[in-house]
């Protein structure tokens, strides 16, 4: 089981909180349970089989791009970081 | 009893003294820290190149600070020789292994034509507005200096360029350019602390002029009443900025300065904020990744709302803004590790700092090894169609 954080602009496809648990031994797996859950959630994170190129997937501080990307490992208890860029200033 | 004479001369028995010919071969071959504990206004008048300024009734308190290794050599001068042998007896007690007293002074070391450098000049006033910089050693007075000779540039002069502007003022940075198009409004209130209700409806840069100005008159601020575009971005940069402190409110404008920066190889220090969370970034051109490096195509306008469109809790800005600040003016002081290569995310929700670590990417269409895009594109187009199919 590893937490995902989700970021506040995605929160409303997660009914508003802020962690959720999920399962599995890779990125992949991991957001698949979540999207599964979460159906809303698949249009915002995925394009194109891979994760958007706007939303960046961190596993224990690392981009999973500079990894293996979906097929990053996750350890259980890990937290992974969604995070799309925000402009606000 | 001893007489002053009397203890000067035991003093003088028990230290090491080196003549201003001896002085100067063990600068020029050795590496000793040279520290000069006269007075201010003997400072003032010219020192010796690189000495650290100590007046005598601050060495106990402040010269571990200044010379922690207590192995190397320290080359102790006041006027005359007299002074700095007593101040080598101190050292001697503190456990210095070499401690040596400039017999003669400065005024030897004169008399010699050796070199001495005239201060700058922080006069009374500064020094006084400036002393809790001057106690700290990674600042002091050459730091001062470097913080009064510095250039910064603030992208918009609302959330984040509030703290950001109002410290960098207050701590003496010598020009600060700012560039918005807006007029204050009741809204932004809340949190845009540059501003105040009086100001209503005037361009926010010549509010934040004028209370920069009221803040600290040191302080040259260039107004730029205009929204950065490709067509201006050139000459604004023209003018000579050191860093960078971006605090726009839009996608088009962020990756605007990003490509500018980029070209003309300025540190950009990248703040934004959403609600009850925020990223602080330092992004040096050539040194880590750039903001397209980070995120390389800006998200759809769904998953991007702005703060006037979701809300922003008022004191976020002014911590990520005052971070922001922060990094602007290790950047000028060339002083600790600035959050290069490094995103730094703060919750106000749950009081929670977390860090990621981010990457250049050599595949990056602007700071690449390869560029694609090497000048300036229509940025609120490619905001708008990120999902548009290709």
């Known amino acids: ?8 602009t995605l929160r409303a496809d997660v009914g508003g909180a802020r962690n959720v648990e999920a399962e599995g031994a890779t990125v992949r797996d991991l957001l698949d349970d979540l999207m599964s859950r979460f159906p809303s959630l698949r249009e915002q994170l995925v394009e194109d089989g891979d994760v958007a190129p706007f939303v960046n997937v961190y596993v224990e501080g690392e981009d999973v791009r500079t990894r293996e990307g979906l097929e990053t490992e996750v350890r259980p208890g890990s937290t992974v970081i969604l995070l799309p860029a925000m402009a606000g200033g | 009893m001893a007489t002053y004479r009397e203890l000067l001369a035991q003093v003088k028995s028990e230290i090491d003294e080196v003549d201003a010919v001896r002085a100067r071969e063990l600068i020029e071959t050795g590496d000793p820290v040279i520290v000069d504990i006269r007075e201010q206004d003997e400072w003032d008048e010219g020192h010796i190149a690189d000495a650290i300024h100590i007046p005598r009734g601050n060495l106990e308190s402040r010269v571990e600070t200044a010379a922690p290794d207590r192995s190397r050599t320290v080359l102790l001068y006041c006027a005359a020789g007299n002074r700095s042998a007593f101040a080598a007896k101190t050292l001697q007690e503190l456990g210095y292994d070499e401690p040596l007293s400039l017999s003669g002074g400065f005024t030897d070391w004169k008399r010699n034509g050796f070199p ?36 910064v540039l603030l992208i918009g002069a609302g959330g984040l360029g509030s703290p950001a502007s109002l410290y960098l003022a207050a701590a003496g940075i010598g020009r600060l350019g700012i560039v ?8 932004n209130l809340q949190r845009q602390i540059v501003h ?28 730029y009443q205009e929204r950065l575009t490709s067509e201006n971005v050139d000459r604004i940069l023209a003018d000579g900025w050191d860093v960078i402190v971006d605090g726009a409110d839009n996608f088009p404008t962020r990756y605007l300065v990003n490509d500018a920066s980029v070209w003309h190889d300025i540190p950009v220090v990248h703040g934004s904020i959403y609600r009850f969370e ?87 269409p602007v700071c690449g090894e390869h560029p694609t895009i090497t000048e300036y594109v229509d940025y609120v187009e490619f905001c708008a169609g990120t999902r548009e199919p290709a």
């Open chain 2, 116 to 151: 001495v450098v005239l201060s700058a000049g922080l006069d009374a006033s500064r020094r006084a507005r400036y002393s809790r910089h001057l106690l700290i050693p990674e600042v002091g007075e050459a730091g001062q200096l470097k913080l009064l000779a510095s250039k």
């Open chain 2, 196 to 223: 105040s209700t009086e100001r209503l409806g005037e361009p926010k840069v010549e509010s934040a002029k004028r209370t920069i100005e009221a803040l600290n008159p040191d302080v040259d601020v260039v107004a």
């Open chain 2, 278 to 364: 925020g990223q602080v970034t330092v992004l040096k051109p050539g040194d880590g990744p750039c903001y397209r490096c980070l995120f390389p195509t800006p998200p759809p306008p769904e998953l991007a709302p702005s703060c006037a469109e979701g809300g922003v809790l008022g004191v976020l800005p002014g911590i990520v803004g005052s971070l922001q600040a922060s990094e602007a003016l290790k950047l000028a002081l060339g002083i600790g590790e600035p959050l290069v290569g490094r995103l730094l995310l703060f919750d106000a929700l749950t009081t929670e700092f977390n860090e990621v670590l981010i990457r250049r990417d050599p595949k990056c």
């Open chain 1, 1 to 8: 089981m590893s937490v995902i954080r989700i970021p506040p």
């Open chain 2, 180 to 187: 918005d198009a807006d007029v204050v409004d009741e809204s």
